[in-house]
């Protein structure tokens, strides 16, 4: 057997594969989050800002991508480098009252959105002509035993596989035949509509509430605990962080074009529209059944995804707070009440959507009450926790990082309160 | 008994009456002799935000509602903090400990004191859900609810905890961790921080630290390596299984690799490197090079001392394998069929002459199935020419085939 073992003099291209190699070795939990942002909620919400306002509402999504990936780099830089999570990290320095109160807040917060993923599966599955309550409850068994069962790994394997269904958004942007002149160039600047009162008072309301949807508090945690569980080195540390970019603009890719869709088919056609289910069923004498049907396969995905993802960052962050073991390497014995707490949510969220008689639209409006409330707290936590040289080394929030993300938490802060103050008053 | 959670915050007065503060947090000092601290100080925070600390000897009484002083504010004595003293409310209360007794790691709610002639002891440390509810304020609740619920305190006989200060060491001896079997210790070590973990293991000594990376997953393992220095690495390697160590190795940035490689002794470093050549999910890549090979022309007898003597080498015998002076493969036969031969007989007269075997090359798949069909519990590796370069065992080809998740729930025996 022949043995050279001395190192072979890398290429540029050997040694861009080892980059790409290493990108790819931690790549996942920033996508999934980031992804999973655009959860049955968002869909609906860019459905809403795209039918009543057109391209000009593609203007916000620049600023989002910034803020969303800004946060999100803040709460993977944290996991990396310490290796706890958001919740460990908030127990052990700010103490048993303020995780109690962060966790009740996430919790309730939680069930509210797991509340409108399983409806939006219900009404889309009722739309695709499948059976809305045995889909209902496929979807929430499925997603127990596959995450119960299988590992780490195994869940991101097929949150990442669900992230590919996001494609639909886009043949149905291109069968809504758009004027992507206008949509591009309204990235850069809003232009191409009338800006009466009405107009410019819907644009801020609904922009606001379209940064509402994208930011939330269980991306904060999630992002952390995923990332915990994971087990990162720290040595790729800057991968992360590129990844954590890189996950907020795919997502505002594919956000860009659920917008691009209803605004071609939807928008100046006076239809009002409540929801993402709506705008499925709108866009399919404009654009084709097609169209509607893979706008509907979208939303049934969206709803999916946030299903998992929602319930794990609740699992995740009781176990990190109350110092139980949580992680999805480890099986049902060893990681009980986790995975206990991941089902029972699910559990109780499809049998108020299934059964239930509370209007939606109310559950939406106190879930982004409570979200509200508790970001600038989360952000606050973050905030500390990142600036804290003791805690994070060398990887301390620059004097840039440190300004600069307390701006966009502001800027958050107010988009969240607006939101809820719009929402009571109209 | 009570709680550290009860008595945090109580307002501390001097001789006088006068208040002079809120208690701030409760300083004990291990000892060698016996295993529950003893209180030996107490902090409390004046009006003016000032820390002031006075020994145990200057507090009148400790668990009382408001807390006397012996002396006079000004005329008491102070107390001076040392390095290894424990603060039970920065250092304990909401952190993670390493409770010995369970293999786990918690976090702490409470910690429980219990009063002995006069001195005061920790005695357990909370995790249940009363030492949540005494913390929210609500301590008449947790009292109604103690009577009814079994209370699972963990003795702090048991305990090990991580200290917030990076250069201070775990409790120096830590011969609580050291009993841990590896396979706990590694599950722990992936509960921990970055820095607890990294305390952790430099606690252990190289044979131990070597055993827990065995089981620790092989990503994890690139993880935790990640800052120890080269020279206890190197040493680290040595120790490992030699495919395990290539595993490890596989999973470094190659310039550490090969520094990793260089430091280790040439032996080892040898063995590692001739199965770091193979693609990591072929049947070289995962086979072990730590067998018991010998020739023909021995009697039963011979054979036996011949593998006394491997003993130190090869860490399990499964199979002894029986090769020709080129090291072409010949034979095999189990330990089983050594003892039960005569010890005169010829081993090339009981050795099996039909063996299984799977090429270098092979996929990990077909060697698992190889191992599955014919019920081995391992497998010896041969090139295209019967040459034996290794053995693949049941428990390293069904490895990568079945999660490590899964595995675990199959019976011990398929493991």
């Known amino acids: 057997m022949t043995e050279s073992f001395a190192p072979a003099k890398r290429g540029f291209f050997a040694r861009r594969w080892r980059q790409i190699l290493l990108f790819l070795s931690v790549f996942g939990p920033a996508t999934i989050t980031a992804m999973a942002d655009n959860d049955a909620g968002g869909v609906a919400t860019y459905s809403i800002a795209g039918a009543q306002l057109g391209y000009p509402i593609l203007f916000p999504l620049v600023i989002i991508t910034v803020l969303l990936g800004i946060t999100q780099e803040m709460g993977m830089r944290l996991a990396v480098i310490t290796r706890k999570g958001l919740g460990d990290l908030i127990r052990e320095r700010f103490g048993v009252k303020a995780s109690l109160f962060m966790f009740g807040a996430l919790l309730i917060a939680n069930l509210g959105t797991l509340v409108t993923e399983l409806s939006a599966v219900k009404t889309t599955a009722s739309m695709l002509k499948i059976p809305a309550v045995p889909a209902v409850i496929v979807i929430v068994m499925v997603s127990f035993f596959f995450v119960v069962r299988g590992n780490y790994k195994a869940t991101q394997t097929l949150m990442l596989f669900a992230c590919l269904f996001f494609l639909a958004y886009i043949f149905s942007a291109i069968k809504a035949k758009p004027d992507w002149g206008l949509a591009v160039s309204n990235l850069l600047y809003p232009h191409g509509v009338t800006w009466d009162a009405a107009y410019t008072r819907n644009f801020l309301l609904i922009g606001m509430g379209v940064l509402g949807t994208t930011i939330t508090p269980w991306g904060q945690f999630f992002i952390s605990s995923f990332a915990f569980d994971k087990k990162i080195e720290k040595g790729k540390v800057n991968f992360s962080q590129m990844e954590a970019y890189w996950g907020a603009f795919l997502t505002d890719f594919f956000s860009f074009f659920m917008i691009v869709a209803t605004a071609a088919a939807l928008f100046g056609s006076g239809k009002p529209l409540l929801d993402g289910i709506q705008a499925a069923e709108a866009i399919r004498p404009i654009a084709g059944n097609l169209a509607g049907s893979l706008f509907a396969v979208g939303i049934l995905n969206a709803g999916f995804m946030g299903l998992i993802v929602v319930s794990l960052s609740t699992a995740y962050a009781f176990a990190e707070f109350f110092g139980l073991s949580g992680s999805l390497n480890n099986t049902f014995k060893q990681s009980k009440t986790f995975y206990i707490l991941f089902g029972i949510q699910m559990l109780v969220a499809a049998v108020v959507a299934l059964f239930g008689n509370i209007s939606l639209f109310k559950i939406a409006v106190f879930t982004q009450t409570i979200n509200a409330v508790a970001l600038p707290l989360v952000f606050f936590y973050l905030l500390k926790l990142t600036n804290d040289r003791k805690l994070m080394g060398e990887f301390v929030n620059n004097k840039f990082q440190k300004y600069f993300s307390i701006v966009c938490t502001i800027v958050i802060v107010i988009a969240s309160i607006f939101t809820v103050a719009a929402a009571f008053f109209t | 008994m009570a709680y550290l959670s009860e008595i945090l915050g109580r307002p501390v007065t001097d001789l006088d009456g006068k208040s002079v503060g809120k208690l701030k947090d409760v300083i004990v000092r291990p000892w060698a002799e016996f295993p529950h601290p003893l209180i030996e100080a107490i902090t409390i925070e004046t009006k003016g935000g000032v820390s002031r600390s006075y020994p145990f000897a200057a507090v009148a009484a400790l668990l009382s509602p408001v807390i006397p002083l012996k002396y006079r504010a000004e005329e008491?004595?102070?107390?001076?903090?040392?390095?290894?003293?424990?603060?039970?409310?920065?250092?304990?209360?909401?952190?993670?400990?390493?409770?010995?007794?369970?293999?786990?790691?918690?976090?702490?709610?409470?910690?429980?004191?219990?009063r002995v002639n006069g001195t005061i002891y920790v005695s357990n440390v909370d995790i249940s859900w009363l030492g949540i509810l005494r913390r929210m304020g609500l301590v008449g609740l947790a009292h109604f609810l103690s009577g009814r619920i079994k209370q699972k305190g963990i003795s702090w006989d048991d305990v090990e905890l991580m200290r917030r200060d990076q250069s201070m060491q775990l409790r120096v001896p830590a011969e609580r961790l050291h009993e841990l079997h590896p396979a706990d210790l590694a599950e722990i070590v992936s509960d921990l921080n970055r820095l607890e973990s990294g305390q952790l293991l430099d606690t252990l000594d190289v044979a131990h630290?070597?055993?827990?990376?065995?089981?620790?997953?092989?990503?994890?393992?690139?993880?935790?390596?990640?800052?120890?220095?080269?020279?206890?690495?190197?040493?680290?390697?040595?120790?490992?299984?030699?495919?395990?160590?290539?595993?490890?190795?596989?999973?470094?940035?190659?310039?550490?690799?090969?520094?990793?490689?260089?430091?280790?002794?040439?032996?080892?470093?040898?063995?590692?490197?001739?199965?770091?050549?193979?693609?990591?999910?072929?049947?070289?890549g995962i086979m072990t090079t730590e067998y018991a090979a010998i020739p023909s022309n021995l009697t039963a007898m011979e054979a036996i001392k011949?593998?006394?003597?491997?003993?130190?080498?090869?860490?399990?015998?499964?199979?002894?394998?029986?090769?020709?002076?080129?090291?072409?493969?010949?034979?095999?036969?189990?330990?089983?069929?050594?003892?039960?031969?005569?010890?005169?007989?010829?081993?090339?007269?009981?050795?099996?002459?039909?063996?299984?075997?799977?090429?270098?090359?092979?996929?990990?798949?077909t060697v698992a199935q190889t191992v599955a069909k014919y019920d081995l519990v391992a497998v010896p590796v041969v090139d295209e020419q019967n040459h034996l370069h290794g053995i693949v065992t049941a428990d390293d080809a069904l490895d990568k085939i079945i999660p490590t998740a899964w595995k675990k729930r199959l019976p011990r025996f398929y493991r």
């Not at chain 2, 001076?80 to 003293?85: H, P, Q, S």
């Not at chain 2, 993670?96 to 709610?109: E, K, L, Y």
């Not at chain 2, 299984?241 to 310039?255: F, S, V, W």
């Not at chain 2, 189990?334 to 005169?344: D, E, R, V, W």
């Open chain 2, 306 to 365: 011949i593998l006394h003597g491997m003993a130190d080498e090869v860490e399990t015998m499964y199979y002894v394998y029986v090769v020709d002076e080129e090291a072409h493969l010949i034979g095999a036969f189990s330990l089983n069929n050594l003892i039960f031969a005569s010890p005169g007989a010829q081993v090339k007269d009981f050795m099996s002459k039909r063996i299984i075997t799977v090429n270098l090359t092979d996929d990990q798949e």
């Open chain 2, 209 to 284: 630290l070597a055993d827990t990376l065995e089981e620790v997953e092989p990503e994890f393992q690139a993880e935790l390596v990640e800052h120890m220095d080269d020279e206890r690495v190197a040493d680290v390697l040595e120790e490992m299984e030699p495919d395990e160590a290539a595993d490890l190795l596989g999973d470094l940035p190659e310039d550490r690799k090969q520094d990793l490689l260089a430091l280790m002794e040439k032996d080892d470093a040898d063995d590692v490197r001739k199965l770091l050549a193979y693609p990591e999910d072929s049947a070289g």
């Open chain 2, 76 to 114: 008491a004595p102070t107390f001076e903090l040392k390095d290894d003293d424990v603060l039970l409310s920065r250092d304990v209360l909401d952190k993670q400990i390493i409770d010995t007794d369970g293999a786990r790691v918690v976090r702490v709610n409470d910690v429980e004191l219990i």
